[in-house]
Structure formats: structure tokens, C-alpha cells
């Protein structure tokens, strides 16, 4: 069963740290994403990667940033967490020529007080 | 602007009765469309994609250019169709982005 695992199903933080989400993917695809998903907003993109060390900034990318080492690997970073970055983050990843299938995540709950 | 809505944040309906759940769309190409589904305590998952023009789960989604919108329909709900239902476009040419709408929580009554 092909899976996208992200490392933590939820997160408390302090107002000011520095977060760190992790998203795994084990099926060699080489697209990922990062949405929040918030009650009526739906799913907003943060960041996208599409290869190995790239990546383009989604909708929303201010207050975070990512990192993508690794093909399988595709990291979140809240370099200072705020309370209204208290959200549903979900992962997700696709084959570049697939016809947009995303594979996703069970999502980490991120509470910042 | 590239924009899905979705107009109803919750629908409830009595099992048997249809299902229509509502997504409208902005966009000047040609588009791709899609509808994921997240139960409860499950992940997201895509149901369907107009471009395979699929029935999956007894559920089906017409493109209407013409109207711009890509409504989901089921003749008989049942309750195991309680969910959070998004309507997603893809952004042409931006190596696979889908942009989602607000959601629709569909409750399915006894």
C-alpha cells in the first residue's frame, strides 16, 4: 500500500519556536506539496516542490518555509511559530505525469499557544 | 483569477434522498476538475476526476463549460456518504497545483 506518512498526528508549540513537519513518501514521486486546511477556507498550497531541492511558493507561503534533501523527503518549516499558524497541515505527493492524483497525508494538527 | 467555490459549507439530507453538491469554477483555459472526499478520521482521497467520466461510490460529476461548474450528484444517498467533499482545479501548466474549494460537509441522515 503506497503511503505518504507525516512524522507527528499533532503538535503543541510555543508562540516563537521554530517547528519542523516532516512528510515521507515512499512511492518515488516526484512532486510534493504542503496545503493548511482550515474550516471554510478548504486547502491552501504553502509550497511546492517538484524535484530534488526545488521549490515554488504556493498561496501562502509567508511565516514558513521548506527543504527537499531527499526525493522522498519534503519538509515544513515554521521559523517562528505564531498563533494563526494553528492549523490542519497536510502533505501530499504525485507523479510529475500523472494526471493530478494526489496521494496525501493523514495530516499533523499544529497548536501554537 | 483561477478560483473554485463551493457556495454550501454544510449539507444535510435524509438517506434516499439525491445529492447535489455544488462547485463553481474560474478559470480561462480548458479545465480539469476534480473531487476529493475526507471521511471522518480518514485522509484525503480523490473520488473522481471528470476527465474519466466515472461513476465511483454511485457518484457522478458532469463539466458544465457553459455554466463553469462541476456539481457531484448521487440519485440515493446513503449514510456511509458522511464526509467533507472539496471540488479541486488543476492549474494548467504549473506542474500539478490543484487549487480547492472551501468544502461541503455532507451529513446523511437516518
Known amino acids: ?11 503543541v508549540k510555543r508562540t516563537g519556536e521554530k517547528v519542523f513537519l516532516e512528510c515521507v513518501q515512499d512511492m518515488d514521486h516526484e512532486n510534493m506539496f504542503w496545503y493548511r486546511q482550515d474550516p471554510g477556507l478548504g486547502l491552501r498550497l504553502i509550497y511546492f516542490s517538484y524535484d530534488v531541492k526545488m521549490k515554488e511558493k504556493g ?5 514558513y518555509s521548506v527543504s527537499r534533501e531527499k526525493k522522498e523527503r519534503f519538509s515544513l518549516i515554521l521559523e517562528s511559530a505564531s498563533t494563526n499558524q494553528t492549523s490542519m497541515y ?3 505527493s504525485n507523479r510529475r505525469t500523472s494526471n493530478y ?12 499557544v | 483569477a483561477q478560483r473554485v467555490t463551493q457556495p454550501e ?4 439530507v435524509f438517506k434516499g434522498a ?6 463553481n ?3 480561462s483555459g480548458s479545465p480539469e476538475l476534480f473531487w476529493y472526499v475526507q ?26 463549460k457553459g455554466e463553469t461548474s462541476f456539481h457531484l450528484k448521487k440519485p440515493f444517498a446513503q449514510e456511509e456518504d458522511s464526509a467533507m467533499y472539496y471540488c479541486a482545479l488543476a492549474r494548467g501548466n504549473q506542474g500539478g497545483k490543484l487549487i480547492f474549494g472551501q468544502g461541503t460537509e455532507l451529513s446523511v441522515k437516518p
Do not use: M, W
Request: net charge positive; glycine share 8%.
Open chain 1, 1 to 11: 500500500d503506497v503511503k505518504v506518512t507525516q512524522s507527528s498526528r499533532y503538535l
Open chain 1, 59 to 63: 498561496d501562502i507561503p509567508e511565516g
Open chain 1, 90 to 92: 497536510l502533505c501530499a
Open chain 1, 101 to 112: 492524483g494526489y496521494t496525501f497525508g493523514s495530516g499533523t494538527r499544529l497548536t501554537v
Open chain 2, 9 to 12: 459549507k454544510l449539507l444535510s
Open chain 2, 18 to 23: 439525491p445529492v447535489e453538491l455544488k462547485c
Open chain 2, 25 to 27: 469554477y474560474s478559470y
Open chain 2, 39 to 64: 471521511y471522518s478520521r480518514q485522509r484525503l482521497q480523490l473520488l473522481l476526476r471528470h476527465i474519466s467520466r466515472e461513476s465511483i461510490k454511485g457518484f457522478t460529476a458532469d463539466l458544465n
